[in-house]
């Protein structure tokens, strides 16, 4: 069985930090995790994927320099840490994983691609 847990979310003041954590239970090196954020009325966003096994990494180019994903995979855990934070990046921010992944860079940013999701937790960024 599988389940996914986001943590880390907040408030913050822009400049400022924040870490998101995501326990994934259930998985096997072949899965692959992103993080998505959703602002109010809109798609839901991909911007930082990882594939367990290789740890290859991939972003979007409004986060990339400020937010890193990572991954332990002794501890099935991934990881976003959001540096730079600005008002902009104040939504709802997922975790999701696909059991397999092949061809994921051309992929990852799809939320049509990953089977499973957390619960979503909020970051408000304050300017």
């Known amino acids: 069985q599988v389940h996914l847990v986001e943590s880390g979310g907040g408030s913050v003041q822009a400049g400022g930090s924040l870490r998101l954590s995501c326990a994934a239970s259930?998985?096997?090196?072949?899965?692959?995790f992103g993080w998505f954020r959703q602002f109010p009325g809109k798609e839901r966003e991909g911007i930082a994927a990882?594939?367990?096994?290789?740890?290859?990494?991939y972003y979007a180019d409004s986060v990339k320099g400020r937010f890193t994903i990572s991954r332990d995979s002794a501890k099935s855990a991934v990881y976003l840490q959001m540096n730079s934070l600005k008002p902009e990046d104040t939504a709802m921010y997922y975790c999701?994983?696909?059991?397999?992944?092949?061809?994921?860079?051309?992929?990852?940013?799809?939320?049509?691609?990953?089977?499973?999701w957390g619960q979503g937790t909020q970051v408000t960024v304050s300017s």
């Open positions: 999701a994983a696909a059991r397999l992944c092949i061809g994921w860079s051309a992929r990852w940013s799809a939320p049509s691609n990953y089977g499973d």
């Open positions: 259930g998985y096997t090196s072949a899965a692959c």
């Open positions: 990882t594939t367990l096994g290789s740890g290859n990494t």
